[in-house]
Nanobody, 127 residues
Framework: QVQLVESGGGLVQAGGSLRLSCAASGRTFSPYAMGWFRQAPGKDREFVAATRWSGGSTDYAGSVKGRFTISRDNAKNTVYLQMNSLKPEDTAVYRC????????????????????WGQGTQVTVSS
């Protein structure tokens, strides 16, 4: 069984930065991909960023490209989301997710294609 635990959320002013972490635990952890999603009140869960566990290719939602960076530390079973130039519209609960097996490139964006989820961490950006 894999468990994902996020940390690093908080309250920040617009223009500020936060770094989210997602630590995975489990006897064997070798996902195909890890992703970050977010959900604001009254809105659907939306894709933020994803990375392949091997090879390290990354992908971003257009709304965060150039501001957010996803990275991973395979030795620590941890994925990070560095968020810079934060905007009030980035306010949401951020959750990390893991996909066990290979999936198509286009499947990366859809939360239903992930197998494990963390509980989430709140990010609030004040104007």
């Amino acid at each position: 069984q894999v468990q994902l635990v996020e940390s690093g959320g908080g309250l920040v002013q617009a223009g500020g930065s936060l770094r989210l972490s997602c630590a995975a635990s489990g006897r064997t952890f070798s996902p195909y991909a890890m992703g970050w999603f977010r959900q604001a009140p009254g809105k659907d869960r939306e894709f933020v960023a994803a990375t392949r566990w091997s090879g390290g290719s990354t992908d971003y939602a257009g709304s965060v490209k150039g501001r957010f960076t996803i990275s991973r530390d395979n030795a620590k079973n941890t994925v990070y989301l560095q968020m810079n130039s934060l905007k009030p519209e980035d306010t949401a609960v951020y959750r990390c997710a893991a996909r066990k097996s290979m999936m198509s490139y286009s499947s990366t964006y859809f939360p239903n294609n992930y197998d494990y989820w963390g509980q989430g961490t709140q990010v609030t950006v004040s104007s």
